[in-house]
């Protein structure tokens, strides 16, 4: 079965730094594209960072760019997700996701991914 277990969220201050892992197991890691989302209360959940397992390419929601940066290692089967300068609106639960099939593009919604992790929740304050 497929796991995905995140970890790393905890509360911050504006203005630091967190870095999400998110543990995969259960498929073959380097053949899945692999994402990051988040969704904060009364708000419907929003991509935040992928990655395409074909070429290695990054995409990234506006919000973050310049501030967030997604990267994996596959022999570890691993996710992260450095997040940097935070802002208070980065607060919400952030979720790994992982789709075999996923076609790149930068507007990626969560329709796209088909296995989700549990998430771990990320409070700016």
């Known amino acids: 079965d497929v796991q995905l277990v995140e970890s790393g969220g905890g509360l911050v201050q504006p203005g630091g730094s967190l870095r999400l892992s998110c543990a995969a197991s259960g498929f073959t890691y380097s053949s899945y594209c692999m994402g990051w989302f988040r969704q904060a209360p009364g708000k419907e959940r929003e991509g935040v960072a992928a990655?395409?397992?074909?070429?290695?390419?990054?995409h990234y929601a506006d919000s973050v760019k310049g501030r967030f940066t997604i990267s994996h290692d596959n022999a570890k089967n691993t996710l992260y997700l450095q997040m940097n300068s935070l802002k208070l609106e980065d607060t919400a639960m952030y979720y790994c996701?992982?789709?075999?099939?996923?076609?790149?593009?930068?507007?990626?919604?969560?329709?796209?991914?088909?296995?989700w992790g549990q998430g771990t929740q990320v409070t700016v304050s």
């Open positions: 990655i395409d397992s074909d070429d290695g390419s990054t």
């Open positions: 996701a992982a789709d075999p099939a996923w076609v790149a593009r930068s507007n990626f919604v969560p329709s796209d991914f088909t296995y």
